[in-house]
């Protein structure tokens, strides 16, 4: 089992940063877990922002954030999400979620609102 809690969302207005943290539970080996990050807005699916692979060396990201988002790990057993030129659209919960073959987890959610 994998504990996923994430922190840093909020309210910013179009053009300003935000840095998520999603901290995973300390009884599983975090480098086995590849790490997402996916979101929903209001009224959508779900979405996949980014992801990167337990070395943090391999990372991918949703041509909707390219070049404006950057996903880190460290061995802290934390996964970052860096978000910088913040638009509208990107209003949504952002989920965490961890993979590791046919296990897959999910924290809660946090709430990022970009508005002027």
């Known amino acids: 089992q994998v504990q996923l809690v994430e922190s840093g969302g909020g309210l910013v207005q179009p053009g300003g940063s935000l840095r998520l943290s999603c901290a995973a539970s300390?009884?599983?080996?975090?480098?086995?877990?590849?790490m997402n990050w996916v979101r929903r807005a209001p009224g959508k699916g779900l979405e996949w922002v980014s992801g990167?692979?337990?070395?943090?060396?391999?990372t991918a990201y949703a041509d909707s954030v390219k070049g404006r988002f950057t996903i880190s790990r460290d061995n802290a057993r934390n996964t970052n999400l860096q978000m910088i030129s913040l638009k509208p659209e990107d209003t949504a919960v952002y989920y965490c979620?961890?993979?590791?073959?046919?296990?897959?987890?999910w924290g809660q959610g946090t709430q990022v609102t970009v508005s002027s």
């Open positions: 979620n961890a993979v590791m073959n046919y296990e897959n987890y």
């Open positions: 300390s009884s599983v080996t975090f480098s086995n877990y590849y």
């Open positions: 990167i692979n337990g070395g943090g060396r391999d």
